[in-house]
């Protein structure tokens, strides 16, 4: 019998507590949002999908060093190395596959010449696997540039050499 | 009729959503009673303990997160101290303190995403909305951080990705605020419910000496009321200078973990207000030329950070020869990490002790003679992950 007192008493006393949690919720604002039509601003450090920076006189950074390529834990940087007509190396192709990618950040960690960051763009899926492979014509930003910079630079300067004689 | 069994074999999984993944659990039944109940494992085998093996030290770190991807950081820290024991280095103490602060973050993460689904698992559909929307809260903590909301890679060997940003006592701060105010929804819709208590007290009883015998860990064997922690038994990344206490439950059932994992998220919640107001000033790496890689700012202007900034990145460091087992206290355990070097740049054998799989095999001991509807419950209870049981 007082088992079924106590049973009856918690049905009636202590429930309807939790009840008046879940209902307080009908009157608070919603926590999600419309995503496709609002979008959460991301952190400045996210590690999105990745971009070539360039010097402000339009320059690439990239110096084909491949010390992205050795950092990367799943092997997905793929690059050729060329000269232009002053000595200096570039990259004459750089691939990245996304679809190995792990978005580690490791390749911007590891870019001494501060050339390879992740940007906040997240949006990448499409039915086609080709368009995975990220080119160089793909990741270096516009220039002159049309958005601000994802990431801050150190080094903005360029520093300038010599040409060498050939 | 001869050919009539008395039991029935179930398989319940590895599609069950009550598994958390891809758990099968054979069971036999004699009507609802379970008279034998058997996990099966390797449904997500990815073998991270063999990638390690093939990677550069600084680059197994990411395998780790792979792991318990619901508390990544805490695996990157169990690595990390691991191969820092190895090479013996000391670690600044502001970096120990972010450690202990974003290791209380995860265990308050893994926690939530547990009370969520074990909630869901016994029917409490809105305690996992409410369990998610404050995890968000964390999620964005560890963006600012680490820059990824999941696989997060932020702890290194010899410190931080990163310096911490600026606003990251502001942001626990308010991770806190926002936990709190959770905490209060999440006791009033499950302490005292009546149907909570009704599924999950007596549930999955095991006593002290079966969960050591088991050689169980975490809230599962301090639920049993085995006082063992990490945290204070074997203190790393100087917890002993954090007051908090460990919860332990009486019973060993259902009711007690649920309650000790309650307990824990207020504990952890301390410990992180504890650290982040006595949060010391100094380098986010340690200075060890050759092995920690230096800061980004040291490599564009000085000729031999650079030097060392290649060599790390291209060839590694190379260890003594030996043997290292580092062991911390994760949300659902303890997380070993024992690394066999020989000598070269890449580890020789990297063994997880993971705690999912260990607290796992209690599983047969808590279901078999009880009824079949609380396997559901056992199951939860135990808080497996199974990225990390099968890794």
């Given at each position: 019998?007082?088992?079924?007192?106590?049973a009856?008493g918690?049905?009636f006393?202590?429930?309807?507590k939790?009840?008046?949690?879940?209902?307080?919720?009908?009157?608070?604002?919603?926590?999600?949002?419309?995503?496709?039509?609002?979008k959460?601003?991301?952190?400045?450090?996210?590690?999105?999908?990745?971009?070539?920076?360039?010097?402000?006189?339009g320059?690439?950074?990239?110096?084909?060093?491949?010390?992205?390529?050795?950092?990367?834990p799943?092997?997905?940087?793929?690059?050729?190395?060329?000269?232009n007509?002053?000595?200096?190396r570039f990259?004459k192709?750089?691939?990245i596959?996304?679809?190995?990618?792990?978005?580690?950040?490791?390749?911007?960690?590891?870019?001494?010449?501060?050339a390879i960051?992740?940007?906040?763009?997240?949006?990448?899926?499409?039915?086609?696997l080709n368009?995975?492979?990220?080119?160089?014509?793909?990741?270096?930003?516009?220039?002159?540039?049309?958005?601000?910079?994802?990431?801050?630079?150190?080094r903005?300067?360029?520093?300038?050499?010599?040409?060498v004689?050939? | 009729?001869?050919?009539?069994?008395?039991?029935?074999?179930?398989?319940?999984?590895?599609?069950?959503?009550?598994?958390?993944?891809?758990?099968?659990?054979?069971?036999?039944?004699?009507?609802?009673?379970?008279?034998?109940?058997?996990?099966?494992?390797?449904?997500?085998?990815?073998?991270?303990?063999k990638?390690?093996?093939d990677?550069?030290?600084?680059?197994a770190?990411?395998?780790?997160d792979?792991m318990?991807?619901?508390?990544?950081?805490?695996?990157?820290?169990?690595?990390?101290?691991a191969?820092?024991?190895?090479m013996?280095?000391?670690?600044?103490?502001?970096?120990q303190?972010v450690?202990?602060?974003?290791?209380?973050?995860t265990?308050?993460?893994?926690?939530?995403?547990?009370?969520?689904?074990?909630?869901?698992?016994?029917?409490?559909?809105?305690?996992?909305?409410y369990?998610?929307?404050?995890?968000?809260?964390?999620?964005?903590?560890?963006?600012?951080?680490?820059?990824?909301?999941?696989m997060?890679?932020?702890?290194?060997i010899?410190?931080?990705a990163?310096?911490?940003?600026?606003?990251?006592?502001?942001?626990?701060?308010k991770?806190?605020?926002?936990?709190?105010a959770?905490?209060?929804?999440?006791?009033?819709?499950?302490?005292n419910?009546?149907?909570?208590?009704?599924?999950?007290?007596?549930?999955?009883?095991?006593?002290?000496?079966?969960?050591i015998?088991?050689?169980?860990?975490?809230p599962l064997?301090?639920?049993?009321?085995?006082?063992?922690?990490l945290?204070?038994?074997?203190?790393?990344?100087?917890?002993?200078?954090?007051d908090?206490?460990?919860?332990?439950?009486?019973?060993g059932?259902?009711?007690?973990r649920?309650?000790?994992?309650?307990?824990e998220?207020k504990?952890?919640?301390?410990?992180?207000?504890q650290?982040?107001?006595g949060?010391?000033?100094?380098?986010y790496r340690a200075?060890?030329?050759g092995?920690?890689?230096?800061?980004?700012e040291?490599i564009l202007?000085?000729?031999e950070?650079?030097?060392?900034?290649?060599?790390?990145?291209?060839?590694?460091?190379?260890?003594?020869?030996?043997?290292?087992?580092q062991?911390?206290?994760?949300?659902?355990g303890?997380?070993?990490?024992?690394?066999?070097?020989?000598?070269?740049?890449?580890?020789?054998?990297?063994?997880?002790?993971?705690?999912?799989?260990?607290?796992l095999?209690?599983?047969?001991?808590?279901?078999?003679?009880?009824?079949?509807?609380d396997?559901?419950?056992?199951?939860?209870?135990?808080?497996?992950?199974?990225?990390?049981v099968?890794?």
């Amino acid at each position: 019998m007082n088992e079924i007192v106590r049973a009856i008493g918690n049905v009636f006393l202590k429930m309807p507590k939790g009840f008046v949690v879940t209902l307080r919720h009908f009157f608070k604002k919603p926590v999600t949002i419309e995503y496709p039509k609002k979008k959460k601003p991301m952190a400045p450090r996210y590690k999105g999908r990745h971009y070539l920076e360039r010097y402000d006189d339009g320059t690439e950074r990239c110096v084909c060093c491949g010390l992205c390529a050795a950092a990367c834990p799943s092997d997905c940087i793929y690059m050729e190395p060329e000269e232009n007509e002053k000595g200096e190396r570039f990259a004459k192709v750089y691939e990245i596959n996304q679809i190995r990618c792990i978005y580690c950040g490791f390749c911007e960690e590891a870019c001494p010449e501060e050339a390879i960051f992740l940007g906040h763009e997240y949006e990448f899926s499409s039915p086609d696997l080709n368009s995975f492979i990220m080119t160089k014509d793909k990741m270096l930003v516009a220039h002159p540039r049309k958005e601000n910079p994802f990431k801050k630079l150190i080094r903005k300067a360029r520093k300038v050499y010599g040409t060498v004689d050939k | 009729m001869s050919n009539v069994s008395k039991t029935v074999t179930l398989n319940m999984g590895p599609q069950h959503p009550s598994t958390h993944g891809v758990l099968r659990v054979v069971l036999e039944l004699d009507g609802e009673t379970v008279v034998k109940a058997e996990p099966v494992l390797g449904y997500l085998h990815t073998g991270i303990e063999k990638t390690m093996e093939d990677k550069l030290y600084y680059k197994a770190i990411p395998c780790t997160d792979r792991m318990d991807y619901l508390a990544p950081m805490s695996n990157n820290l169990g690595f990390c101290l691991a191969v820092e024991k190895l090479m013996e280095i000391d670690i600044p103490e502001k970096v120990q303190w972010v450690r202990v602060c974003l290791a209380e973050l995860t265990r308050i993460n893994s926690h939530l995403v547990w009370l969520g689904t074990h909630a869901l698992d016994l029917g409490a559909m809105s305690m996992l909305l409410y369990a998610f929307r404050d995890r968000e809260s964390i999620m964005d903590m560890y963006e600012a951080v680490g820059g990824q909301r999941m696989m997060t890679t932020y702890i290194r060997i010899g410190g931080l990705a990163q310096d911490i940003p600026k606003d990251f006592d502001k942001g626990i701060r308010k991770v806190i605020k926002t936990i709190k105010a959770g905490l209060v929804d999440y006791e009033t819709l499950l302490t005292n419910n009546e149907i909570f208590i009704n599924r999950t007290k007596g549930v999955g009883v095991l006593s002290a000496e079966e969960a050591i015998n088991l050689s169980l860990s975490g809230p599962l064997l301090r639920g049993s009321g085995v006082n063992q922690d990490l945290r204070k038994a074997n203190p790393y990344s100087s917890y002993e200078k954090f007051d908090f206490e460990v919860p332990l439950g009486k019973n060993g059932d259902a009711y007690d973990r649920y309650l000790i994992r309650i307990e824990e998220i207020k504990q952890s919640m301390r410990i992180m207000e504890q650290a982040l107001d006595g949060m010391p000033e100094g380098p986010y790496r340690a200075h060890v030329p050759g092995i920690v890689l230096p800061p980004k700012e040291d490599i564009l202007y000085k000729m031999e950070s650079m030097i060392f900034h290649f060599k790390i990145i291209t060839e590694g460091f190379k260890t003594p020869v030996g043997a290292v087992y580092q062991a911390i206290e994760s949300g659902k355990g303890e997380i070993g990490f024992f690394i066999s070097a020989d000598g070269t740049n890449k580890p020789h054998r990297v063994r997880v002790r993971p705690p999912s799989f260990i607290n796992l095999a209690a599983l047969p001991k808590m279901c078999e003679g009880n009824m079949f509807a609380d396997v559901v419950c056992a199951i939860g209870s135990i808080d497996i992950v199974l990225g990390e049981v099968d890794r």
